[in-house]
Structure formats: C-alpha cells, structure tokens
C-alpha cells in the first residue's frame, strides 16, 4: 500500500475502533490489525494514539462534510435562502444516514465528552461554519441584534438539529413509526426548523429593534 492509503486505513479502522470503544479501551494493536498495518506505523504516521485519535475525529468530520457540502451561493441569494440551504446541509450531515455510521458515532461521542480533538474541530470547521450562521442570521434581521442575541438565535437552531441525532431513539418512542416515515426525514427536518427560525425572526423584528436601539443608548452613555 501507498503512504497515503496506509494513513487513510489507518484512520478509517481507528475511527470505527474509537467510535466503538472510545478512546482509551481501543488499543493500537487492534487499530493496526485491522488496518492491515505494521504496529510501527501509528507511530510513523502519527506519533502516539492520542494525535491519533484527533486525527480519526477530524477525519470523520470531512468525510461527513464531503457527503454533504455547502452549496456555493451568488451575491444576490436572498438571506431566507441561504438559511435553508445551511439548514438543510447541517441537518444532512448530523441526522442523515450518508457515508459509514462510525462516522457519526464517533463525532457525537467527542462533542458529547469533548477531548482536545473537539478543540480542534471548534477552530478548524465548527467556528467557521457557525460565523457564516451568524451573518445569515444578521442579515435576516437587518443587522438588529447584538451579538449574544444573535449567538443565541444560532445556537436554538443548532439546538433542534442536534436534539433529532442525539436523542432519535426517544423521538422513535414518542412518535409511531409511520409518523417518522412521512415527517421526520432529514430534508422535512430541515424545512421544519428553518420555519421556526423563520417565523422567530418574524415575530420578533419589533423586539430586535427596540433591542438595537437600546443597546445603542447604553453604548453612547
């Protein structure tokens, strides 16, 4: 095998490893067995099992964000549009079933006990993703809000998206199966919280200019 299909086996078989054990039961031995490489080249490739196991996560993290990227938009999209199309790549991502399920499984065991690796995804993908959230949201309520608020707002959607992966099987025991089949699929998912951020930001454009003008009268004191 080449240099890099022995890094990328490697990574492949530790992503599924940790997303199955976690990172300290999984040894680099096993790692290595199934990757069909030689015990050295963890080391070689990757210095210890920690960098290692970074590397698995941010390597899980592209995998999902080639499956589902971010469609490129003109100057001219409309800030409603633009929601919809975050909204529905995020939810793809997060929720749908695309690429191999270790993917998943080891992303949400990271966000849930966060390790050094998610503060590198934080800097590498995540900070970024939720910045372009934010200057959508700005320019849907007309550059009303102060920061915390619009923080705030980005994290309620984040919020809902999440909620449907980490707890899918509480929603499997609320609703009956033939509901999910017609209504919680990932793209009707995606138009159902982008309503609710829609309609939310309708309904309180009075509130956030009163909020705006508020916040400019303390700031001038």
Known sequence: ?????????????????????????????????????????????FGDKERLYIEAVKHARRLRERQQPLPAWSIDTPPAEKLRIFVTTLV???????????????????????????????QEAFRPDFQLLLSILNDLTGNTLPPHRLQQ???????????????????????????????????QLADHISDVILAAVSAGAGLFAEEKAATNVRESA
């Open 153 to 187: 707002l980005g994290f309620s959607l984040i919020g809902q998206i999440v909620y449907y992966r980490v707890h899918d099987k509480i929603v499997g025991m609320l609703v009956d199966q033939d509901q999910l089949d017609k209504h919680y699929q990932p793209d």
């Open 1 to 45: 095998m080449g240099k890099d299909t022995v890094r990328d086996e490697l990574l492949n078989a530790a992503g599924e490893i940790f997303a199955e054990k976690g990172f300290k039961p999984a040894t680099v031995r096993e790692i290595c067995q199934r990757a069909g490489a030689n015990l050295a080249a963890v080391n070689y490739y």
């Open 92 to 122: 793809r991502r997060i929720v749908g079933t695309d690429g191999a399920p270790w993917q998943l499984r080891l992303l949400i065991r990271e966000i849930m006990e966060p390790t050094k690796a998610c503060e590198e995804l934080v």
